[in-house]
């Protein structure tokens, strides 16, 4: 059973239509939840870490939010330059040093102008 | 700041043969973890290393193997070489205690 579910798979928007992506998670500590950018044949690029249920966190048009069992990235008026694979990614556990995330299959977003 | 480096991008090998991906973390870093992204999925994590170290290690058959060195780069080795090692192998540095990592551009490896 995966860990992570990113839906949709792929998203179709234009520019301008604001949208949501979703991550689910099934941990039994989370340690943190990660979004990622990451475009065509580069490395994710990091864009949020949230702790706890009910955190918010915003970056330009792009706002995370966490709740017990899901995290969502709240896309707003988007544009052409946003298109991009957005990764999700969980932490687990509550000891002291950097355990390894599992990641979601991204969800690959297109912003048509 | 020069963020995380990889060397080199990108590889063609032939099936059998052997390869080292190196990395250099962020400044300041001195924990590196690899991962293993095969294309249309999320990365997979290969192992990490701390203090010259293997602290951690994912699903992945002995054929890989990494070390840390003193001024914290790291490399990982991949023995036998098969067609489903072709992937972007990706290195992320992080300090200690903190759990936000930040990745390479990574290297795409192709076994023909």
């Known amino acids: 059973e995966d860990q992570v579910t990113q839906s949709p798979e792929a998203l179709r928007l234009q520019e301008g239509e604001s949208s949501s992506l979703n991550c689910s998670y099934t941990?039994?500590?989370?340690?943190?939840l990660f979004w990622y950018r990451q475009d065509p044949g580069k490395g994710p690029e990091f864009l949020f870490t949230?702790?706890?249920a009910g955190e918010e966190k915003e970056k330009e048009r792009l706002k995370a939010t966490l709740t017990k069992k899901e995290s969502f990235l709240h896309i707003t008026a988007p544009k052409p330059e946003d298109s991009a694979t957005y990764l999700c990614?969980?932490?687990?556990?509550?000891?002291?040093?950097?355990?390894?995330?599992?990641f979601g299959k991204g969800t690959r977003l297109s912003v048509i102008a | 700041d020069a963020g995380v480096t990889q060397s080199p991008t990108h590889l063609i090998k032939t099936r059998g043969q052997q390869v080292t991906l190196r990395c250099s973390p962020k400044?300041?870093?001195?924990?590196v973890s690899w991962y293993q992204q095969a294309l249309g999925q999320g990365p997979q994590f290969i192992f990490q290393?701390?203090?010259?170290?293997?602290?951690q290690r994912g699903n992945f058959p002995d054929r890989f193997s990494g070390h840390q060195f003193p001024n914290y780069s790291s490399e990982l080795n991949v023995n036998a070489l098969l067609l489903g090692d072709s992937a972007l192998y990706l290195c992320?540095?992080?300090?200690?205690?903190?759990?936000?990592?930040?990745f390479g551009q990574g290297t795409r490896l192709t076994v023909v």
């Open positions: 949230l702790y706890s």
């Open positions: 990614a969980v932490q687990e556990g509550w000891d002291s040093g950097n355990t390894p995330l599992v």
């Open positions: 941990v039994s500590g989370l340690r943190g």
């Open positions: 400044s300041g870093h001195d924990t």
């Open positions: 992320a540095s992080s300090v200690d205690e903190n759990t936000e990592a930040f």
């Open positions: 290393y701390y203090e010259e170290e293997e602290r």
